[in-house]
């Protein structure tokens, strides 16, 4: 069980109502009925690529495959122009993301009188520059492609953190006044790569169904259950946020894109 040495509640050690150390001690409560846990992580993209450079391009960049038809707008392997084109593409990008975590962690107690609850809320909100590189090959109206891109960033982290009862009376240190409900903020430096792979159709010259792999990994983050301290002598010690985290958010992606 979780030590909340240095917390107390209706005069009593905040650690014997939530059962911390055997035997259970004296006093009130006298039976603990139930301990639940909650989680609840959300995250959030924006980014915009704003350069976009050709390298390589071994397939379409001539007439012959339809992409410099006027209106058509050509410049990838294939370009969704023409049916019978075929070719190998390499670009770099590089532009600015703005990247949102949001993880909330709950962690409750109740006996036969009442119940505290734990309540820990963590933003993230990542902006900075980054730079990437796409790998394509076409065969007519299919394309198989893998991009990467990875920056740095700064990471402003906020948490709010508190414990309360039922009623919504928050509990205190140990001087039996300063409350046990904190903000606090950090900004520090993060790490973040997007590795992603997959096959697209080419509807028409502008508009393609893409469905891909996605994978992005973060390094430099604060979760909430990394905000459980070790130490809640004073309003200082348990504000203090730990940044120190990596977490890798990936799973199937499906969508349209658009070249114009």
């Not at 059962?19 to 992580?41: E, M």
């Not at 960049?61 to 038809?69: F, I, V």
């Not at 080419?202 to 259950?225: E, F, K, P």
């Not at 940044?243 to 199937?252: E, F, L, P």
Request: charged content about 15%; glycine content about 14%.
């Amino acid at each position: 069980m979780k030590n909340f040495v240095g917390l107390q509640y209706n005069g009593n050690p905040v650690n014997d109502y939530y059962g911390y150390g055997l035997p259970v001690q004296a006093g009130p409560p006298t039976q603990i009925l139930a301990q639940r846990v909650r989680t609840d992580f959300k995250a959030q993209n924006l980014e915009l690529n704003f350069i976009r450079f050709p390298v390589c391009n071994t397939g379409c960049s001539t007439g012959s495959c339809g992409c410099n038809n006027a209106g058509c707008g050509g410049g990838d392997a294939c370009g969704g122009c023409g049916d019978s084109c075929g070719g190998f593409a390499m670009y770099g990008s590089c532009g600015v993301r703005y990247f949102h975590v949001d993880d909330d962690f709950s962690y409750g107690t109740e006996w036969a009188t009442g119940e505290l609850d734990q309540d820990i809320q963590v933003k993230n909100n990542l902006v900075g520059p980054q730079v990437g590189w796409t790998t394509d090959y076409c065969l007519g109206r299919w394309n198989l492609f893998c991009n990467s891109t990875f920056g740095i960033f700064d990471n402003h982290m906020s948490v709010r953190q508190r414990m309360f009862d039922g009623t919504g009376t928050n509990v205190t240190f140990s001087d039996g006044t300063t409350e046990y409900n904190l903000k606090s903020n950090k900004d520090a430096v993060a790490f973040l790569g997007e590795l992603r792979v997959g096959t697209a159709y080419d509807i028409n010259c502008h508009w393609r169904a893409v469905l891909a792999y996605r994978a992005v990994a973060i390094t430099g983050l604060a979760t909430a259950s990394d905000q459980l301290q070790n130490d809640y002598s004073d309003r200082y010690s348990a504000g203090i946020i730990s940044s120190d985290n990596s977490t890798i958010i990936h799973g199937a992606q499906v969508g349209a894109e658009c070249r114009y």
